[in-house]
């Protein structure tokens, strides 16, 4: 990247332009709001509280020319094995194109309209009833177990919507091999009336697999008989071999492809949850959503593509401001784990530091990614936001109706958006220390103490946000709002010249987890390679766990 031609404009326009503050800017240029901002899919996005101009823009996009982004994309669309390192395709966008979508392969179609019709069936028989357990009762609890990719988006997205469609079905979610998630999930249940889906792309994944056959167990103690399991296990997974082995009938089994990676899968089998909880039609709008925005991707030209713009924001703020975190910040409750499914979006994908050829980078790719849910985060961690030596970029993510259900509410929506409204022009605004000490003045405060107050009172401001902004938090508009980010994701891995679809990093902690379980429980000693530090804490653990007092 940083020998593009692009790359070296952009440095001497920053060099240029970037004293001006985004206060002057939002001074001198009235069209601001205009100029930076674009709608797509029923969304808006705002991007003119950063600290760049249309000039700033014109060069990102020439940098996303000359470095392939439209190649790139197309590869990725056209099924080309792009992640280069697992010789697979990110085929993603292929999960909600529709049976008559041209550009995907006729048998991928055929694959996934088949997973599609068999979740329509199954989703229907769990909800209204016809699936019995193995006493003839219905389903009333569904238990989804799962990890990462594999639980990050369903969760967050049957929180989301957890308005619509619900019947009785209670669905809950076990991700942490920490017993505590499984106990508390099962606890008080009938396990004749429930039902547990076991997700895992690959079925080896360690934690989902003990979870698994903990909650297996679980079952069979509670008296559900071995050859009725299959009414009380399914699966979704690309591995029939060890779907089988585990005991689920792959008749009961919801196929994944290697050609999805576990951030990109809500709209395959692993949605299952929130086709269970809010029904095979919401989940479906949610593909239309996902859709809408993967044609848009695909046909807008860069300058009017909004997952195109909001990477190009990124790399400004990452690469030439040095910005080296991006808060999330929604505000709706609903949306509270979005923070964390963005999180491995954009950290699993864009963690690295080596490029396609394995080249070391000179330069830094995925910001650090966190936030919660507004208003809640004012009260924890806004001060560092507004205050701190440290600027961090932020996504204020806000909806602009209510649910038609809280019509009543409509003081609280009121308040929650004024609250990210003002959060946002504070961030740019800023407060010099002039304007604190005429402040205090007018207020009564003499001089003397004026002056000793107002420097705690300034607000460096200058610091960039982006406000997405969603009519309503339905499956539609959420579907594009998370199909936004998937591709935000891949057009930021192709500028920095990254596979943004392997995630080699999380393997070998994996790898030494299996042998100090071993040391843990004393059954091997040990090795060459283990320092001393991990020798200890294993000495402390082993004396504290047997010692009760
Ligand atoms: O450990 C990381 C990871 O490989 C993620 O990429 C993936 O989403 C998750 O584990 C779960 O994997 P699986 O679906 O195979 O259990």
Not at 191 to 205: G, N, P, R
Not at 283 to 304: I, K, N, S, V, W
Not at 311 to 318: E, F, K, T
Not at 523 to 543: H, P, Y
Request: proline content about 3%.
């Amino acid at each position: 990247m940083i020998d593009s031609s692009a790359w070296q404009d952009l440095l001497a326009h920053h060099a240029q332009t970037g004293h001006q503050t985004m206060r002057t800017r939002f001074a001198d240029e009235p069209e601001r709001f205009q100029a930076l901002s674009l709608q797509a899919c029923g969304l808006l996005l705002d991007y003119s509280k950063n600290c760049l101009g249309s000039d700033t823009v014109a060069l990102l996009l020439q940098l996303a020319r000359e470095r392939g982004v439209e190649a790139r994309r197309d590869a990725m669309f056209a099924g080309d094995l792009i992640n280069g390192t697992e010789q697979r395709a990110a085929l993603h966008t292929a999960l909600r194109a529709g049976e008559d979508a041209r550009w995907v392969d006729p048998e991928i179609s055929q694959a996934v309209a088949d997973v599609l019709r068999r979740m329509t069936i199954f989703s229907a028989e769990v909800r209204n009833g016809s699936w019995k357990g193995h006493d003839g009762r219905a389903i009333r609890t569904v238990v989804y177990i799962g990890i990462g990719g594999s639980d990050l988006g369903p969760r967050m997205a049957c929180d989301a919507l957890s308005g619509y469609g619900r019947t009785g079905l209670d669905v809950r979610f076990v991700a942490n091999v920490d017993a505590h998630e499984l106990l508390a999930a099962v606890e008080g249940l009938d396990a004749a009336t429930t039902l547990f889906i076991v997700a895992s792309k690959t079925f080896t994944t360690a934690e989902t697999m003990l979870n698994a056959r903990s909650a297996r167990d679980w079952c069979l103690a509670a008296g559900v008989p071995e050859a009725a399991l299959r009414r009380h296990f399914v699966a979704v997974s690309c591995n029939e071999t060890a779907v089988r082995e585990f005991g689920i009938d792959p008749l009961n089994m919801f196929p994944l492809w290697d050609w999805v990676g576990g951030r990109y899968s809500l709209c395959s089998a692993i949605g299952l949850p929130l086709a269970l909880q809010s029904g095979m039609e919401v989940f479906l709008d949610l593909h239309a959503g996902a859709r809408a925005m993967d044609q848009h991707f695909r046909e807008a030209p860069l300058q009017a593509n909004m997952p195109v713009l909001l990477a190009l924001v990124g790399i400004w703020n990452i690469n030439i401001l040095n910005i080296p975190t991006l808060s999330i910040a929604p505000y709706h409750h609903l949306l509270s784990r979005l923070p964390l499914h963005l999180q491995q979006l954009e950290m699993e994908s864009n963690g690295k530091s080596v490029n396609e050829q394995g080249q070391r980078l000179a330069y830094s790719c995925a910001p650090v990614i966190w936030g919660q849910a507004g208003s809640n985060g004012q009260h924890a961690y806004f001060q560092w936001l507004h205050q701190s030596r440290d600027p961090a970029a932020v996504d204020f993510i806000a909806v602009a109706q209510t649910s038609p259900a809280h019509a009543s509410a409509a003081g609280h929506q009121r308040a929650l958006l004024a609250n990210c409204l003002a959060q946002s022009e504070a961030l740019m605004r800023g407060k010099t220390l002039e304007e604190v000490n005429a402040e205090l003045c007018a207020g009564g405060m003499s001089a003397n103490e004026a002056d000793g107050l107002a420097p705690h009172k300034v607000f460096p401001g200058n610091r960039p946000s982006n406000t997405l902004l969603m009519p309503r938090l339905d499956a539609y508009h959420l579907g594009a709002l998370l199909t936004l980010y998937e591709h935000k994701v891949m057009v930021q891995g192709a500028i920095w010249g990254i596979n943004s679809f392997d995630q080699w990093g999380v393997e070998w902690g994996k790898s030494i987890a299996r042998t100090l379980e071993q040391r843990l429980d004393g059954t091997t000693g040990r090795s060459a390679t283990e320092s001393s530090s991990t020798s200890g804490l294993i000495a402390a653990i082993r004396d504290l766990s047997q010692s009760r007092g």
